[in-house]
């Protein structure tokens, strides 16, 4: 049932037209290409590529809330490129599986929760560019609420295979244009109070928005807090 949950996070969610599943000639199973790194105790570690990352992180977590009524968990994601070294890519992820900590920490205490059975679990990820820091702009941590169903990983879904013309590459956005979209949301980012949403009625985005429309692209209904994140998935 995992590799099933795995073959569509993989394979529709982050990339509508492309099942990358290895294969067993033997019997037909499903091989998850990942190579387990940690498993022992409460700690999970694994290398993928980048594109499994996300999804498969998101449905160990949704299966561990749904399997195991008194547990949650949280997770980093470093999304690095082919030979970054390891050693940093490790330190990422751990980092940012504290920030995830962190985050449920916070809104627990702002909901008045302790400790609570029924706890949500937390995903982090970040496009780590550069093993000495990301110098230049740094790019800033994304999270995920992890719920038994329903919430934000759906309306994540939704949102990257709407981009991916659900499922019919003939109405699948082009890459320059979701490129365009995505500088354009990190500068409205970069002008916005550090943790704020990027503003919707800047100039630029005004101008992308005016540009894309007369060509038959409009953004219409979509979750402005999770709209960088689908484009940083794709």
Known sequence: AYAQDADRAAGVTIHGRDKDGARDETNGRKILPIRRIIQDGDDVTFIANARWG??????????????????????????????????????????????????????????????????????????????FGDQGEEQPDRLLKIEREGGDLEELEDLIRQFNGAGDSAHAWPRSRLKSLYEVLRAEELKAPRGALPSQDGDLFATWKRASASRGYKLESVNWKLLPLALELL
Not at 66 to 82: R, Y
Not at 92 to 107: D, F, G, I, P, V
């Open 54 to 131: 996300v999804p498969l992180a998101a449905r160990f977590l949704r299966r561990l809330l749904n399997e195991h009524k008194e547990l949650s968990a949280c997770a980093g994601v470093a999304l690095v490129h082919s030979h970054f070294p390891f050693d940093l890519a490790y330190q990422a992820a751990e980092s940012l599986c504290s920030a995830a900590k962190k985050e449920r920490t916070q809104k627990e205490q702002a909901q008045g929760q302790k400790q609570m059975p029924s706890r949500d679990s937390y995903l982090a990820f970040r496009l780590v560019r550069d093993a």
